[in-house]
């Protein structure tokens, strides 16, 4: 967002792919769903009901094992958490990739932008000093009546 990118965006940005190749689905595919408002959102809905292969992608059900889905949604859903500080580095990542002996941290409910948030307060991936001065500029962001954003073409 703004064209301001760190570390933990890059890490957010992974944690949505691992989610789209695990799931099938894009993040987009779940506009106006009665899934949830978001990819994030139902893969969080699943891991905390327990019910990860349902989130699975259907053409991976019967050649794949149930701890390796869980994992690969654990290390996604840490990816994509709210706050960009509880997000793991690329260097964990990699080690929570490789070895099974690596303790993961319970993530916590990731970022959205469909839960009803209002325009300042997101921060998609932004450090805090990033995510002050995204807040600050996006004040003048239009909305539609529906809260969906209303995208402003900017060429650089």
Known sequence: MRGQFSVKSDVF???VLVLEIVSGKKNTDFYQSNHADDLLSFAWKKWTEQTVMEFLDP?????????EVNRCIHIGLLCVQENPSDRPSMATIALML?????TMSIPQQPASFLRGRSPNSLNWGLDSDQSTTAQLTSSSIPWSVNEVSITEVCPR
């Open 13 to 15: 940005s992974f944690g």
């Open 59 to 67: 053409t991976l059900r019967s050649s794949c094992s149930r701890n």
């Open 98 to 102: 490789n070895s099974y002996s690596v």
